[in-house]
Each structure stands twice: as C-alpha cells, then as structure tokens.
DNA sequence: ATTAATTCGGATAAATTAATCTTATTAAAC
DNA sequence: GTTTAATAAGATTAATTTATCCGAATTAAT
C-alpha cells in the first residue's frame, strides 16, 4: 500500500487542527482529543509528545493539564508537521529508490517525479495551519 | 517516515524499467536482475510473479526461463505499475485520514491536497516505461 | 496531606510490510 | 530418462510501524 503521510503524521495533523479550532491558552487533553478524533487515546499522546518537544504545541502536567498550541496557527506551515513527525527524506530520497540517484546522476524518473516532489514541497511550506480552521471547525463537528 | 511507494513498488517500477531497457523476447531470470539491481531475489521474484499475474510481465518456467515484458513499454503506464502492486487507494483515500472525507464533506485539506494529487495521477497516468528506458540504460551501468 | 487527573518515558504487544525458506512444478540440456 | 535451472505458491521469519500498557512525576482540587 503506497501511502503519503505516515499515520503518526496524519493524526498529527489532526491534532494540530483541532487545538487551533480551539480558543487558545485552553488545555485540551490526549483523551478528549483522542476521543472527538477517533485516535487511540496512547497513540495521540505519543504523538503530542512528539509535537511538544518540537515546540509546535504545549503541555501542562497534572490535573487540568492537556495540550494546547505553542505557536500561533499562521506560523504552523504543513511542512513544519511532517518534519517533526516523519522527517523530510520523502523529499529527498529517490522515488524509486536508488541509492545512487542525485541531481548528477538522476534516475530515470527523476526529473518527472522531481517537478511534482516540489510542487509538493511549495504547497506544504506555503500552507499554514490557519488557512484550515474554519474548514475545521465544520469537519469536528460531523465527527 | 512518509513515503510515497511501498517498497514493493519501487521495486517493481526498478524491474520494469530494467526489462524495458533489454532486448525484446529475451528471458531474466529473477536471479540476475536481482543481482543487477541489488534487490533480494526471493522478494523480486515475488513481485516479477504479482506482475505476471497483471499481465505486465510475462514468464517462462523452467531451464533458461525467466520473465520478460509482455507489454510494448509504450503501453504501460507508471500509473499500471502502481495499481498492480500498491493500489490505487492513496488517490482516493483522504490523506488526513478522516472517513468522513469527501467532495461534499471535504477535509480542511482536501481541495489543497487533491490539486496535488491529481497532478500526480496525471503524471503517473500520462507517462509510460518507454519515456525512461534511455535513462534507465545509463543508470543500470552505474550499478 | 491526600486524592484525582494529567503528562512523560520506557517497555511491551499487535499488525503490517519486507524478506526468506521450502517444496512443487516446469522445461531445456545432456 | 536424469539432471539442472528456472518459475510458482505457500509458509515462515524479520523488521518496522502502529497501538497499548504501566509506573513515575506533576499539579489542581479537596
């Protein structure tokens, strides 16, 4: 099965949707985030802790605790998430695999497969979080 | 780690285009284009049998046989390849993983994502094995 | 202080994907 | 016909990814 994003990374993304359809300075915690996304309530804590440690969001201990964003939404870009969660290799590596594939040496589909990784790449460092809340907003509440 | 094709397909893509690149109506054994391709032969062979089956590849049992192209490479597409092996689910599937996406209930990165995705498709469908076997030639001597 | 609810970190388990092994079948060469 | 070299198919193992569990630390409320 050929994927784009691991599911690390798309529950990620998730997550950071949902805090950011939030009011902010709110902690929200790893069980009701997990509960309103459908995620398993271990995963999604993991993966916050991820997010946490690249400062992306927020975290309180204790009783009352939870989550929150560490930066505002407009500062979020796609990128960011994907890095913190999966790395950027995907946009490096060769597509088809070749070790010895390079911009000297390209395999035969990198030129073709190049263009699209960047368009890609643009899209997801062009695209911060706050272009997406609205349209959050209207896909939590069908949840 | 994200990743766009499964091992599998890159494999499978690697296998194609190195028969691309030979002589029409000759016999590889999975034993040599492992060997050329650095792939382990007992998971190429597996693969080469799925593109057997879909028709892409074909094959010959027994001393001196091996697996051949049973398509003109003009006829198959990147897109056949990726469908033989992985599926064509990445491009239907929402990539933030939420079921409830669609075009009616969209995801907030459905429209954003879906421009890419059709791009790829398009790519994918569009171009065909013949596009590459020169490339191929070159990279396979580096080997 | 005690309790309850939370994050955090490490360990473990389950599921999936990647890779290997084994045996059967096929067909050419001797 | 026997041997040899190949694909085919099923079973098994290894590695990776996904998911869960548990105990410790933290903090608010009682």
């Given at each position: 099965m050929s994927v784009i994003f691991s599911k690390k990374c798309e529950y990620a993304l998730q997550a950071i949707l949902y805090l950011a359809s939030k009011d902010e300075k709110e902690y929200f915690s790893a069980r009701e985030i997990a509960k309103d996304l459908k995620i398993p309530k271990e995963f999604i804590s993991k993966i916050l802790q991820s997010l946490v440690n690249f400062k992306i969001v927020g975290s309180k201990k204790g009783k009352n605790g939870g989550f929150y964003l560490a930066k505002n939404p407009n500062k979020i870009r796609l990128i960011d998430i994907v890095e913190a969660i999966d790395g950027l290799d995907v946009f490096t590596t060769c597509v088809l695999g070749f070790?010895?594939?390079?911009?000297?040496?390209?395999?035969?589909?990198h030129s073709e497969w190049g263009k699209l990784r960047s368009l890609a790449y643009d899209m997801l460092s062009s695209q911060t979080i706050d272009h997406f809340t609205e349209k959050t907003l209207k896909k939590i509440n069908q949840l």
């Open positions: 070790p010895e594939c390079s911009y000297d040496s390209p395999c035969p589909v």
